[in-house]
């Protein structure tokens, strides 16, 4: 079976409206990812020649070398969702060289995750795969659980390591996310001084925004305006959720209630309800593709292996540079993870599959 007879097998019934729908925003506005995207993209910004060499070294590696994608393996779930929650499945990942090896073995082009873990096989790992290191958390302890993100090091500490990129979570319309904003400003600063790339969680948590019997965590007009603040702040990389709905910004301007700015055009003219144009959107806010968009592969559940294609060819029509994809592979023994990891890339790779 071909490449794209796989990939048509696992949409289903989603391979027609996927494969062959046209965008409401023409590709001829967005940085389409290409094996020279870190000139294209990169080039002509202030990102100093250590920085590029630290973008080039994820872009070059593993089975999506060369481009212009990106396939990072994160595993961050031992602190933000509990080792016992996150582990349970596959015990062999509180080992974190499992995680590293997990990352060498599925092809990735890099794998993200925490001071621990990279500081425990740093010396034996960073020569052989471009490392992350996630420099801040919620820690999920404090009682009652709270949305914040509190600093697990220093930036100085992940370049020790032998790190070539840091990554961080904001959570965008929290109680702390003023703050957060301002540390992880200061953050990405100080990484890129040190020649080190920048990727940001662009994360949505506020209780207000599940309204009307819909959560708009997830909504295409909140989360594209999370990618430009993150962009603003210059992350190089935006990591966000797939969106599957819109209309945050209209359902908490109903009513007596009012927040943040809209124009009814963000519906009408640069989105439709489509999955495609819902992430074109999102790649929209990130300056049109000047930051790469890598959209999150979610929870593990009992159709992994279809749903992680599906949100890669979402994510590749759309415009986005990637996937990033930790509990649907590292919950499952490592041969089914590979697998799953795989089966990711291979979208990129599949020519058949074109922006839309």
Known sequence: MSNIAQIQSLLGADADPLLNHKAKVSRDVIHVPSPTIVDSAFGPSDRSPQVMRSLQAMFGNGR????????ILPVDQGIEHSAGASFAKNPAYFDG??????????G???????????????????????????INHNELMTYPNKFDQVMFGSVRDAWNLGACA???????????????????ARAFEEAHSLGMATVLWCYIRNNAFKTGGKDYHTSADLTGQANHLGVTIKADIIKQKLPDLNGGFAALNSGDSSYGKLDKRMYSDLCSDHPIDLCRYQVLNCYCGRAGLI???????????????KTAVINKRAGGMGLISGRKAFQK????????????????????????
């Open 64 to 71: 999506l070398a060369n481009t212009g994608y990106l396939s």
């Open 97 to 106: 060289e499992n995680i590293v090896k997990l990352a060498i073995e599925g």
């Open 108 to 134: 990735c082009n890099a794998v993200a995750t925490t001071f621990g873990v990279l500081s425990s096989v740093s010396r034996r790992y960073a020569h052989r795969i471009p490392m992350m290191v996630k």
């Open 166 to 184: 840091v990554g961080a979570t904001i959570y965008f319309g929290s109680d702390n996310s003023t703050r957060q904003i301002v540390e992880v």
């Open 295 to 309: 959209n999150s592969g979610g929870a593990s559940g009992s159709n992994d292996l279809a749903e992680a294609v």
């Open 333 to 356: 023994p490592m041969a089914e993870g590979v697998q799953l990891l795989n089966a990711i890339q291979d979208v990129y790779l599949c020519p058949e599959v074109t922006i839309a």
